[in-house]
C-alpha cells in the first residue's frame, strides 16, 4: 500500500458514504467528504423531473461549487467514490477533481449504485485529472462488507 492513502466521496443518500467509510477503515486510510455548498434535498434527485437539480446540473455540464476545498497535496493515492446518476459521476465530482493537481498520483473510482453498471469505472472522469495515474473503479451496492473492499485494494497492487 502507499504511504499516505485518502478516501473521497460524495453521497446525496448515505449510501455512498457508508461504503467510503468502510473503505477508509480497510485501506487505513483518510477520508473527507466532497459537499456542495448547496445541500442536495430529496426534490433535487427526481430523475422523472427534467427541472430537478440532477438533471439540470447533468444536461449543462456544470460544475457545482464545493462547500470547502479538499487538499490532496501529501497523498499518493485518492479514492473518489459517488453515486451513479445517469451512469456517470454527479458533476460536483469533476469540481472536487479539476480543483487539484494530481500529478504523481493514483485515483481510484469507487461507485454506488443498486442497478447501474456503467461509470464505475471512472474513465469519464479521466480528462478532469489527466495528470494523474488512473487505476480502474467498482461498483459496489451500500451493503458490501469491508472485508470484501480490503481484498479489492488488496487487488489492486497499490
Same mark, same amino acid.
Given at each position: 500500500?502507499?504511504?499516505?492513502?485518502?478516501?473521497?466521496?460524495? @453521497?446525496?443518500?448515505?449510501?455512498?458514504?457508508?461504503?467510503?467509510?468502510?473503505?477508509?477503515?480497510?485501506?487505513?486510510?483518510?477520508?473527507?467528504?466532497?459537499?456542495?455548498?448547496?445541500?442536495?434535498?430529496?426534490?433535487?434527485?427526481?430523475?422523472?423531473?427534467?427541472? @430537478?437539480?440532477?438533471?439540470?446540473?447533468?444536461?449543462?455540464?456544470?460544475?457545482?461549487?464545493?462547500?470547502?476545498?479538499?487538499?490532496?497535496?501529501?497523498?499518493?493515492?485518492?479514492?473518489?467514490?459517488?453515486?451513479?446518476?445517469?451512469?456517470?459521476?454527479?458533476?460536483?465530482?469533476?469540481?472536487?477533481?479539476?480543483?487539484?493537481?494530481?500529478?504523481?498520483?493514483?485515483?481510484?473510482?469507487?461507485?454506488? @449504485?443498486?442497478?447501474?453498471?456503467?461509470?464505475?469505472?471512472?474513465?469519464?472522469?479521466?480528462?478532469?485529472?489527466?495528470?494523474?495515474?488512473?487505476?480502474?473503479?467498482?461498483?459496489?451496492?451500500?451493503?458490501? @462488507?469491508?472485508?470484501?473492499?480490503?481484498?479489492?485494494?488488496?487487488?489492486?497492487?497499490?
Amino acid at each position: 500500500m502507499a504511504d499516505k492513502v485518502l478516501v473521497t466521496y460524495f @453521497s446525496a443518500t448515505g449510501n455512498t458514504r457508508a461504503v467510503a467509510q468502510k473503505l477508509a477503515k480497510a485501506a487505513k486510510a483518510d477520508i473527507r467528504e466532497i459537499r456542495a455548498s448547496m445541500p442536495y434535498i430529496a426534490s433535487d434527485l427526481d430523475y422523472e423531473d427534467e427541472k @430537478s437539480r440532477v438533471n439540470v446540473e447533468h444536461n449543462v455540464d456544470a460544475r457545482p461549487q464545493m462547500a470547502k476545498a479538499i487538499n490532496v497535496g501529501d497523498y499518493d493515492v485518492v479514492f473518489v467514490g459517488y453515486p451513479l446518476w445517469f451512469g456517470v459521476a454527479p458533476q460536483i465530482v469533476r469540481t472536487f477533481l479539476e480543483s487539484q493537481d494530481f500529478t504523481g498520483k493514483t485515483i481510484v473510482t469507487f461507485a454506488t @449504485s443498486g442497478s447501474s453498471l456503467e461509470g464505475a469505472n471512472g474513465e469519464h472522469l479521466h480528462g478532469c485529472a489527466p495528470k494523474a495515474t488512473w487505476k480502474t473503479g467498482r461498483r459496489f451496492t451500500s451493503d458490501v @462488507s469491508e472485508e470484501t473492499l480490503a481484498q479489492w485494494v488488496e487487488g489492486l497492487g497499490l
